[in-house]
């Protein structure tokens, strides 16, 4: 089983960036994908970004492509989410999750159901 700890979440105004970094311990990190997903108030969970464990593959939510970029650092078992141009549709809970298989190294996971561990979310709140 896989550890996974957020931070970098914060208060921002609309047109502010942030990145958000996700620690995992217990698993080897590097042969794994890795994602992010949101959840606002009152709406369910939805994917935003995941990477795959090979070759940086990425795949990104339409509502976040060209603003938002997922990487890994493999050597420091981390994964990090750079928010760029952040909106106010972007205030939710994010979270990071590890997929449940490694798969191809361009194997890059976009369902809930693809990730088996999650973190405890880190908060995102952006004012306009």
């Known amino acids: 089983q896989v550890q996974l700890v957020e931070s970098g979440g914060g208060l921002v105004q609309a047109g502010d960036s942030l990145r958000l970094s996700c620690a995992a311990s217990g698993r080897t990190f590097s042969t794994y994908p890795m994602g992010w997903f949101r959840q606002a108030p009152g709406k369910e969970r939805e994917f935003v970004a995941a990477?795959?464990?090979?070759?940086?593959?990425?795949y990104y939510a339409n509502s976040v492509k060209g603003r938002f970029t997922i990487s890994r650092d493999n050597a420091k078992n981390t994964v990090y989410l750079q928010m760029n141009s952040l909106k106010p549709e972007d205030t939710a809970v994010y979270y990071c999750?590890?997929?449940?298989?490694?798969?191809?190294?361009?194997?890059?996971?976009?369902?809930?159901?693809?990730?088996?561990?999650w973190g405890q979310g880190t908060q995102v709140t952006v004012s306009p």
């Open positions: 999750a590890s997929s449940r298989r490694g798969g191809s190294y361009s194997y890059v996971p976009t369902e809930m159901g693809d990730f088996g561990s």
């Open positions: 990477i795959s464990w090979g070759n940086g593959y990425t």
